[in-house]
Every structure is written in structure tokens, then in C-alpha cells.
């Protein structure tokens, strides 16, 4: 029998090998299955004895410097590894289940930082994805389900940023995802004092150009946010809502006025990750595909509001309905008429009245 490390790097490899997105290891009665998330579906991968698989998820714990002797309460963490010659970042996150702990793992490959032209399935939102960050001031929110690809569109901006306009950029996250040479990245960390709203307020007396936020989450950090692009700072954070609009719902919720929000949103962007037909087996494709032609095999569609929709949304009222063109479901039938995404992603993303 292998020992636990030798394990632990068997598994990562092996995901990395599959390019799975994820590990989840999810307890039962007498043992752990262990399944990969490759594109959106889990795929079985083996079957471990619940004493070793606590074995194996309290190494993965000490790895990611977290508390291996609390199962009491959730906890996140992060590794920075290397498999298959590249450098990899796992994200870490435990759940205490019934009859044992459970573990998910996102991994996070440094070869994921793509070029800004390839960041969205058409090149002329990857263009007005750019131009956004052309503005001095003001914020800019993206919105998506998780797993959707806003923490790599994000990246992508924020490296594009660094070099093209030389300035100052210091993000906020937790965890730390992916490292970044050019961004000055602060974790949180709670037990500290670092939460997002008071962290964001230490951030502002650092005299940064860019600021990113890993996620809006309460009133607070949103009216941090708002308070630093009225100040002079570019603001790029991230919110789960279900559409664009709903960022903006979300922030007046928040205690936002309806004047903060023209003074200061830039744009908002929704976010789908869609798969791509592959172009050896067709509609339907085996995970094997993937590894065996290195190809990429999902990318991401744009929904971004900007200028007179967003005084528009503000103008409505809630019972109005106001829908933003172009949508995600004309982006999504767009890429499904040109034959390069699935019909069934439609069905996937797009949920009819």
C-alpha cells in the first residue's frame, strides 16, 4: 500500500492528466468515493477506506496549513504545487458531513492565464472586456455561478492592466487562488482582523491605482467599494447573482443609493462557462477526448451592461422588467448557430418563463 503523500500526488496528477476542475471526496457509511469534475459532469475515480481517506484529507489539510484537528466547522485553504511540469494552485475546502468530513478541491493550473483576445468565445467582447479598464475610477462587477471562470477573466484583466496602463494593483481574496507576480495580493484572513471590509480599508491607505475585491458579500464591503472608486480607485469585484442586472438589485439591497450607483458602476458583466463541440467525436465527447488532444474544451460567453442600460435598470422599478441586449441567451444561441457550442447548453443556462 502506497502512504498518503504518495497518494495525494497520485490523485493530483491524475486530475491534472484528466483536466478535471475539481476533486470531491464525499463520505459514506464504510468508505470515500472519489469523483473528478471534468467540464460540468463528475466522473467517478476510485474508492477509499474511511480511516485512510481521513488519513488523506487531514494530509491535504497540514499541506494547506489549516487546522487538522478541527472537523467541527467549515474551512478553506490553499496549495501551491507542481504536477505534469506545470505549476498548479489548489483550493481547498471542507465541510463537515455525516459520517465524515468532506473535501473539494479546485485546481487552478498557471497555464489557465490565457491572452485577453481568447478570453470570450466572440473577440469583439474580449474588446470591450479591455476597455473597461481604460477608466481611471469607478467599479466594475462581475457576476456568475461558481465555476463560471470569473477568477481567470479577472486575472487575465488584471495582468492585462499591470502591463498596458503601469499601475498599482492590489487585490483582496480568500483564498489566495492563483499567485501573480505583477499584483499585490492580501489575503483574508479572519482570525486576524482581516475581513474584507476592513482589509479593503487598510488597502486604501496603500495608494493603489486597482483594486480588486474577491467578492461583495455584505453591506459593508460593498460601501467600501463604492467609497473607494468615488475616490480615485478602479474597482473590479465579483458578486452571485443570476444575471447583470441583478448586481445592481443586489447593491441597492445593500444600502447603495440609486445616486452612488450612477456616480460610480462603470459596467457589469455575467458570466457562463459553455462547452464547445468537439471537433473529433461531435456533440457528444468522451473525457478521454480532452487528455488525449490537449484542446480546450469550454469557453466563456459575456452578458456586459454598460452606460444608458444601466441608467435604464436605474430609471425601472422593480416590478418593471428591463432586459439588457445583448443577453446571455442570444450570446449562448449565437455560438450554438455558428456550431461552436452544444445545443444542450441552452437548456443548461438559460431558463425560460
Known amino acids: 500500500m502506497i502512504s498518503i503523500e504518495a497518494l495525494a500526488n497520485r490523485i493530483i496528477r491524475e486530475a491534472v492528466e484528466a483536466n ?56 478553506n485553504g490553499s496549495i501551491n504545487t507542481s504536477a505534469n511540469g506545470q505549476n498548479i494552485s489548489l483550493r481547498l475546502s471542507t465541510l463537515p458531513a455525516s459520517p465524515h468530513e468532506s473535501l473539494v478541491i479546485r485546481l487552478l493550473p498557471d497555464s489557465n492565464s490565457i491572452p485577453i483576445s481568447q478570453i470570450s468565445l466572440f473577440p469583439n467582447t474580449s474588446k470591450k472586456l479591455l476597455s473597461l479598464l481604460k477608466h481611471a475610477h469607478g467599479l466594475v462587477i462581475f457576476t456568475g455561478p461558481t465555476g463560471c471562470g470569473k477568477t481567470t477573466t479577472l486575472y487575465t484583466l488584471l495582468s492585462s492592466s499591470a502591463h498596458l496602463y503601469k499601475r498599482k494593483i492590489i487585490s483582496l481574496e480568500d483564498p489566495i487562488e492563483k499567485p501573480q507576480d505583477n499584483v499585490l495580493q492580501v489575503q483574508v484572513n479572519e482570525k486576524a482582523g ?49 444575471d447583470a442586472k441583478g448586481a445592481i438589485y443586489r447593491l441597492m439591497e445593500f444600502g447603495i443609493s440609486k445616486v452612488e450607483v450612477q456616480q460610480t458602476l462603470i459596467a ?47 430609471a425601472a422599478t422593480f416590478a418593471e422588467t428591463f432586459n439588457p441586449r445583448p443577453d446571455l441567451r442570444e450570446a449562448i444561441i449565437k455560438g450554438v448557430a455558428l456550431g461552436f457550442v452544444k445545443e444542450t447548453e441552452y437548456d443548461r443556462w438559460i431558463y425560460e418563463d
Open 194 to 242: 482581516i475581513t474584507y471590509s476592513t482589509g479593503l480599508k487598510a488597502i486604501l491607505r496603500h495608494d493603489p491605482d486597482v483594486i480588486m475585491v474577491g467578492e461583495i458579500r455584505d453591506a459593508e464591503t460593498a460601501r467600501i467599494a463604492v467609497r473607494a472608486s468615488l475616490t480615485g480607485h478602479l474597482v473590479l469585484a465579483t458578486m452571485h447573482t443570476r
Open 20 to 75: 478535471a476542475t475539481d476533486i470531491h471526496i464525499v463520505p459514506k457509511q464504510k468508505e470515500s468515493q472519489l469523483h473528478f469534475r471534468i467540464s460540468h459532469s463528475l466522473h467517478p475515480r476510485m474508492t477509499l477506506p474511511a480511516s485512510r481517506c481521513d488519513r488523506l484529507i487531514s494530509h491535504f489539510k497540514f499541506t494547506a496549513s489549516m487546522d487538522i484537528g478541527e472537523r467541527r466547522r467549515p474551512q
Open 268 to 314: 457589469v458583466t455575467a458570466q457562463r462557462l459553455v462547452e464547445l463541440v468537439c471537433p473529433f467525436c461531435g456533440p457528444v465527447c468522451l473525457p478521454f477526448c480532452f487528455q488525449l488532444h490537449n484542446r480546450i474544451n469550454r469557453a466563456s460567453v459575456f452578458e456586459i451592461m454598460t452606460g444608458k442600460t444601466i441608467q435604464s435598470i436605474l
